[in-house]
C-alpha cells in the first residue's frame, strides 16, 4: 500500500476529546473514526488489525470444535420477556413497519436457544458448539475509553450445549485453554489472567480474563503463584484467598476484562424448555456455558499495553501491515531505490505499508512512530545501496543489505 | 466436516411457509434459518458461501482500488434531516440511552460523507475509493423471497469520490468492469445483464445488474445484440429502443436485481458541503458516485439460477465445500475405506464434508443434492478398491481408482 493513498492522512495532533490512551493513537494515526459517543468506524488500518484479530479467534474457535454461524442483530422483544431480560438497560428498542416490537441484540441467548431447540433434540446431536463473530449493540448511558467500552462492538460469541455438567466442565476447560492462546498469540498473554468472578444469580463463579494494565476499570487481585486472580467484587466471597493454592498474599491490580466465559447452567435452556431426549428415552435439560471476546476491546487493550510516548508498537501477529518502508529523499535516483524495494518486497509476499509521500523526513518517522508497524525500513541518501532497518520495539538501527533485510523480515515473522 | 457432526441435520421436507425456490432449499439444506419475517440466521454451510461470495467481492473491490473500512450501524438521525432521508419509509428509528436520536443504516452516504469531509480537503487526496462489507437495516413492509428482500442483510457497498464528472465516468466503467467479472466469479455470468434504470431525481440513469430467472420482481427489456437491458420503468425514456444500438428488438424478461451502480453526482457533497482546492487554489464540489451488491441477494439468486426440482447446484467458486463424500456402508471395512479417503483428502487441502452419518442410502444421496456440493463421493460395497465420482450438474457417475479421483478433483476446481 502506498501511503500518499491511504485513507487517511495521519493527523499531526492527538485528538482533543479522547482521553485513553488506545483512543488518542487509534484517532490520530487513523486507525479508527469517532462517529458519535461509542461507535467509531474502522479505517483501512484499524480494519485490517481487526481482521487479523478475528482470524486468530476463529482458529481457535474451530480448533475446539465451534461450528461458526451468524445470527441477526434485529430480535423480537417476545424473546426476552420470555427470559425476563425485556427490561434490561442496554436494550435498544425498535419496531418493525408492521408494528412488531424488537431490540437490538446485546448478547445472543435469546436466539441461539430457540435455533438449537428448533434444529436438536437427541443426545447423539450433543455436545455441540456455536459461535458468531457478529455485532452487538448496548445502550450504555456512558460509552466510554475509546473502544474499550462501545455502544456498538464487534464480539465473538460461543455459546456450548451439553447433556451434563461433567461433559460442560470439561469443554468449559478446553475454552480456557483456546481463550490462553488468544490471548498469547494477540500479544496480551504476559499480563492476562484467568480472573474469578460473580456468576450473577445462578452460578458460583464465572470466568474473566484479565490485563493489566493502570487503564483498567477493573480492580483484581492476583496471586502470582497461580498466574489466577479474583475479581475485587468476588473478593469476600473467596476470604481474600487465592481459590486455587488458598494463598492470601494477593496483590491489588487495575485490569481491563479482554473476555469472559460463562457457566449457564440450564438458566436458558428452562425459558425455552431445551430439551434433549437420552439414550434411555428421558427428556433431560441441556447445559450451556457462553463465553465471549470483545474484538475492539481486544485491539485498544493491545494499544493500552503494547505503546510508548511516541505510537503504538504492534505485536507482529496483529500488525496492520508487516513492513512499513520509508523513503526519506526527493531525488529521483533514491525514489527509484525505493520503489524497487518496494515490488521486490510485495513480489515477496511481505504486507508492506511504503511512505511515497512528499512529507519531511520528522513527519514520516514520528508518524511510522505513532502507527507502530513491527519493522521499519528506511532508504534515504545517508544508506546507499543498504537499507535501515529497525524494529519499533528497539532503539538499534541497522544498515543491512537488500538480501540480508528480507532474510532478517522473514526470520522475525517466521519465529 | 463430519455430516454426523454438522449443525444442524438436513431437513426431510421443505418449510411450509416458505414460497420462493431460494428459501425453500436454503432453509431445507440448513444454509439459514428464519428467525422471523426477513430477518435470517447463516447457519455453518450457508456462512461459508456468504465468506466465499465475500471474498470474490473485496478481491474485485480491492483490484480497482477500493480501500476497506468498516461503518456503524447507528447513525445520527441528524445526518438524515441533512439529506431530507430522515422521514424515508424504510429507517428503523430509535434513541440513546441520553436522549439522541438515532437510526439504523440503510445506506451510507450520510456516514460516510461527513467521515470523507474530515479526513479530506486537497485534490491530492482524489480520487477516493472507500468501500465496506457490513448489515444494513431497512424497515420494509413485507419482506419477501426469502433471503432475496431482507431487513437485516450482508451488503458491499463502495462509494468513489472524484474531482470532476470526467473522472467520475472513467471509474464508473472500471466499477462495471469488476461488478461483471463478480457475477461471472459466482457463477451468474450468462444470465446477468447491465440494465439502464431510472437515475432518480438526480441523475439521469443509474445501472442495474439484473440476472434473468422467472423468480424475478422486476421486467427487463434485453437488446441481444449489445447484451444490454432497460428496467422497464426507463423504456418509455429510451423510447422503446436500446440505448446503445437503437435496435427496437427488445425482449421482456422477468430479473433479478443482484447490484447497482449510481452516479450520485454532488447530490450529498453538496447537502454536507463537501469540497475540495483544486491546483489553483479554488473550492471546488466533489463528484461522487455509491456502487451495491448484496450479499445474501447474490446467495439466493445463484440458487434461483443453479438448481434442479432435486435441490441446488452450486457454482464451484462458491459451493460451501468442494467434495461431499458419502459412506454407503455400514460395514467395518468399507467405513475404513471411507475415512481413509476423508483423511487423505483433507491432507491434499480439498474442502471435504464426509456423510459419516447412519441414515439409509436414500436420505444420503437426496441429501447430497440437496445441498449441492459440485463433486460427489461415494464409497459402497459396490465401488470396492475404487471410489464412484459423480459432478452435481451431470447424471454420469464415474468409477474412478483413488488417484485418480484426485487427479479429477484438482483438474476441475483448477480450470
Known amino acids: 500500500m502506498r501511503q500518499s493513498k491511504l485513507f487517511s492522512r495521519i493527523s499531526k495532533t492527538p485528538p482533543r476529546e479522547e482521553i485513553s490512551r488506545n483512543a488518542k493513537f487509534l484517532v490520530q494515526g487513523r486507525f479508527i473514526d469517532k462517529l458519535m459517543a461509542g461507535v467509531y468506524t474502522y479505517l483501512p488500518l484499524g480494519l485490517r488489525v481487526i481482521k487479523r484479530i478475528e482470524q486468530i479467534i476463529r482458529e481457535e474457535m474451530n480448533a475446539i470444535g465451534g461450528q461458526e454461524i451468524y445470527m441477526p442483530a434485529l430480535h423480537p422483544l417476545e424473546n426476552y420477556i420470555i427470559t425476563k431480560r425485556d427490561k434490561i438497560d442496554v436494550l435498544f428498542h425498535l419496531e418493525s413497519a408492521s408494528g412488531k416490537k424488537l431490540v437490538l441484540g446485546q448478547s445472543h441467548e435469546e436466539i441461539i436457544v430457540p435455533l438449537v431447540k428448533k434444529h436438536i433434540s437427541s443426545y447423539k446431536d450433543l455436545p455441540l458448539y456455536l459461535y458468531q463473530i457478529q455485532v452487538k449493540f448496548r445502550n450504555e448511558l456512558r460509552a466510554k475509553s475509546g473502544i474499550l467500552r462501545g455502544r456498538e462492538f464487534a464480539m465473538k460469541d460461543l455459546y456450548s450445549f451439553h447433556?451434563?455438567?461433567?461433559?460442560?466442565?470439561?469443554?468449559?476447560?478446553?475454552?480456557?485453554?483456546?481463550?490462553?492462546?488468544?490471548?498469547?498469540?494477540?500479544?496480551?498473554?504476559?499480563?492476562?489472567?484467568?480472573?474469578?468472578?460473580?456468576?450473577?444469580?445462578?452460578?458460583?463463579?464465572?470466568?474473566?480474563?484479565?490485563?493489566?494494565?493502570?487503564?483498567?476499570?477493573?480492580?483484581?487481585?492476583?496471586?502470582?503463584?497461580?498466574?489466577?486472580?479474583?475479581?475485587?467484587?468476588?473478593?469476600?466471597?473467596?476470604?481474600?484467598?487465592?481459590?486455587?493454592?488458598?494463598?492470601?498474599?494477593?496483590?491489588?491490580?487495575?485490569?481491563?476484562?479482554?473476555?469472559?466465559?460463562?457457566?449457564?447452567?440450564?438458566?436458558?435452556?428452562?425459558?425455552?424448555?431445551?430439551?434433549?431426549?437420552?439414550?434411555?428415552?428421558?427428556?433431560?435439560?441441556?447445559?450451556?456455558?457462553?463465553?465471549?471476546?470483545?474484538?475492539?476491546?481486544?485491539?485498544?487493550?493491545?494499544?493500552?499495553?503494547?505503546?510508548?510516548?511516541?505510537?503504538?508498537?504492534?505485536?507482529?501477529?496483529?500488525?496492520?501491515?508487516?513492513?512499513?518502508?520509508?523513503?526519506?529523499?526527493?531525488?529521483?535516483?533514491?525514489?527509484?531505490?525505493?520503489?524497487?524495494?518496494?515490488?521486490?518486497?510485495?513480489?515477496?509476499?511481505?504486507?508492506?505499508?511504503?511512505?511515497?509521500?512528499?512529507?519531511?523526513?520528522?513527519?514520516?518517522?514520528?508518524?511510522?512512530?505513532?502507527?507502530?508497524?513491527?519493522?521499519?525500513?528506511?532508504?534515504?541518501?545517508?544508506?546507499?545501496?543498504?537499507?535501515?532497518l529497525k524494529f519499533r520495539n528497539s532503539q538499534q538501527p541497522l544498515l543491512l543489505s537488500q538480501d540480508k533485510v528480507m532474510e532478517t523480515i522473514t526470520e522475525y515473522y517466521q519465529s
Chains 1, 2 share one sequence.
Open 163 to 388: 447433556k451434563d455438567e461433567n461433559d460442560f466442565e470439561k469443554y468449559y476447560q478446553s475454552v480456557q485453554a483456546a481463550y490462553h492462546n488468544i490471548f498469547r498469540r494477540v500479544g496480551l498473554g504476559d499480563l492476562t489472567y484467568l480472573t474469578y468472578a460473580s456468576g450473577g444469580t445462578f452460578s458460583k463463579y464465572s470466568h474473566e480474563f484479565q490485563t493489566i494494565t493502570p487503564a483498567g476499570e477493573d480492580n483484581i487481585f492476583l496471586c502470582e503463584k497461580c498466574k489466577i486472580a479474583v475479581n475485587k467484587e468476588m473478593i469476600e466471597a473467596v476470604e481474600h484467598r487465592c481459590p486455587q493454592c488458598e494463598n492470601d498474599d494477593l496483590k491489588l491490580k487495575k485490569a481491563i476484562e479482554v473476555g469472559n466465559i460463562f457457566p449457564l447452567k440450564t438458566k436458558f435452556s428452562d425459558a425455552f424448555d431445551l430439551k434433549y431426549i437420552d439414550q434411555a428415552g428421558q427428556k433431560k435439560p441441556i447445559v450451556m456455558g457462553c463465553y465471549g471476546i470483545g474484538l475492539g476491546r481486544v485491539m485498544g487493550t493491545v494499544v493500552e499495553i503494547n505503546s510508548d510516548q511516541k505510537g503504538i508498537i504492534w505485536p507482529k501477529a496483529i500488525a496492520p501491515y508487516e513492513v512499513h518502508l520509508i523513503l526519506l529523499d526527493k531525488q529521483p535516483k533514491i525514489k527509484e531505490i525505493a520503489e524497487k524495494a518496494y515490488n521486490s518486497l510485495q513480489k515477496q509476499g511481505v504486507q508492506v505499508i511504503y511512505d511515497d509521500r512528499l512529507e519531511s523526513a520528522g513527519v514520516k518517522l514520528n508518524d511510522a512512530d505513532l502507527i507502530g508497524i513491527p519493522i521499519r525500513l528506511i532508504i534515504s541518501e545517508k544508506t546507499k545501496d543498504k537499507i535501515e
